[in-house]
């Protein structure tokens, strides 16, 4: 049940891309996008909801396929401030508790 | 305005010693959470609430109670510690409408020795 996160840990030069990918076994109706960097709390990126919808912040998009099941976290141009760990959080449906399961997180370094 | 706030950051208890964490959010949100995150574990909802006077349990809720008298305020209970409770505790709240956003406190980090 909770979401398979790949790759677990990527390392980047600043202004390369990477791609960050949240997989469930099950139908899911939201994908959450945060970041949480070394000894801070997680901060929200962004939602996206059951409908194949695309959303961006910045230079960080995302995709939802819900074929697939699978969301994908696209960092473009990466730059310093995006190192982090990213974790991706899921409903399984519209319920009123707003509960997400959360996957293990990608570590990502981005290097000058 | 002050957001999700927690008390306190830092504790050390020895085994057997009970505490309370004070989670306290001005956003007049509905929804509160408390999370531990271990390494390489991510992040466990211990309990939850979906408004003034209602919890429930998470995914890892032993050893621990919780309650939410006031709407503001969620208050995590460790009433006999132990060292598998050596963590960073996390308290987050979400709003009924919107974005479904949910907004973290700093954390608390506890070692139980």
């Known amino acids: 049940q909770q979401p398979v996160q790949s790759p677990q840990a990527v390392i980047l030069r600043e202004g390369e891309d990477a791609v960050i990918n949240c997989s469930s076994s099950k139908a899911l109706y939201s994908v959450h996008w945060y970041r949480q960097k070394h000894g801070e709390a997680p901060v929200f990126l962004m939602i996206?909801?059951?409908g194949g919808e695309q959303k961006g912040h910045e230079k960080i998009s995302a995709s939802f396929n819900e074929k697939k099941q699978q969301s994908s976290l696209y960092l473009t141009a990466s730059q310093l401030s995006y190192s982090g760990t990213y974790f991706c959080g899921t409903r399984g449906n519209a319920g009123n508790n707003r509960k997400l399961i959360w996957g293990l997180g990608t570590s990502l370094a981005v290097n000058p | 305005n002050a957001g999700v706030t927690q008390t306190p950051k830092f504790r050390v208890l020895k085994t057997g010693q009970s505490m309370t964490l004070l989670c306290a959010q001005d956003?007049?949100?509905?929804?509160m959470y408390w999370y531990r995150q271990d390494p390489g574990m991510g992040l466990r909802l211990i309990h939850y609430s979906v408004g003034e006077g209602t919890t429930a349990k998470g995914e890892v809720p032993d050893g621990y109670n919780v309650s939410r008298l006031k709407k503001q305020n969620f208050l995590l209970g460790l009433e006999s510690a132990a060292p598998s409770q050596t963590s960073v505790y996390f308290c987050a709240s979400a709003n009924l409408q919107g974005t479904h956003e949910q907004f973290f406190g700093p954390g608390t980090r506890l070692t139980v020795l």
């Open positions: 956003m007049n949100h509905e929804y």
């Open positions: 996206l909801l059951k």
